[in-house]
């Protein structure tokens, strides 16, 4: 949970503060201050997150892979299978993000084009992402976000896909440090976050 704070004040310059950004990575919303002039709290609760730890392969070029964020899980507003399904179960604007890792370790001249989407009830929802690896071994993260408001029952996956126009390689990577003590990084995360302005 995370906690922003803007103060108000009771000059007319300032009494209505429009949109105000909660936070790096976090939407415009808007806020005002408190009658008083007191401080308006911005609360961000986490209902969500989520890792694999497991690298994640197509079966082919041209073929559509769903992407798993690891062990199935339920919390209060979400519920994430272990194939990547999550369907939400409690109504509210929420923020998603996804960061994955794409990575090519096959050697040769083969170029990895894999392209990446999220999609709510089936259907693709913003842009695709798109990344491009040419070299003998390279890892390169990406992010996927989203701000939406989401209805009890509907579900989110997100997909990746080795593009026809590139050749068959290419996929998601964990990493396992060497040096003791490390965490593992994963090859796929999924965060879930919903916001409140609060008025002490």
Do not use: H
Not at 22 to 51: F, K, T
Not at 54 to 60: A, E, F, N, S
Not at 71 to 78: G, K, N, V, Y
């Amino acid at each position: 949970m995370a906690d922003f704070k803007i103060l108000g004040g009771t000059d007319p310059a300032i009494q209505s503060l429009g949109v105000m950004t909660q936070g790096l990575g976090y939407p415009l919303r808007d806020v005002e201050p408190s009658a008083s002039g007191g401080a308006v709290n911005v609360i961000v609760e986490r209902m969500l997150d989520a890792n694999s730890f497991v690298d994640q392969t197509p079966t082919g070029i041209g073929v559509a892979t769903q992407i798993s964020f690891g062990d199935a899980q339920t919390e209060t507003a979400f519920d994430l299978e272990a194939d990547g399904t999550l369907t939400c179960l409690v109504a509210d604007e929420y923020v998603w993000r996804a960061k994955l890792v794409v990575g090519k370790d096959s050697g040769g001249l083969a170029v990895a084009q894999i392209y990446i989407r999220t999609l709510l009830n089936g259907v693709q929802v913003g842009p695709s992402s798109q990344v491009i690896i040419d070299s003998n071994r390279a890892e390169i993260p990406v992010d996927l976000e989203g701000t939406a408001f989401i209805d009890a029952g509907d579900v989110i996956t997100f997909e990746f896909i080795r593009d026809t126009d590139g050749d068959d390689d290419g996929e998601l990577r964990a990493g396992v440090p060497d040096v003791a003590g490390w965490a593992s990084a994963p090859s796929a995360r999924l965060t879930i976050d919903r916001y409140l302005a609060v008025q002490p």
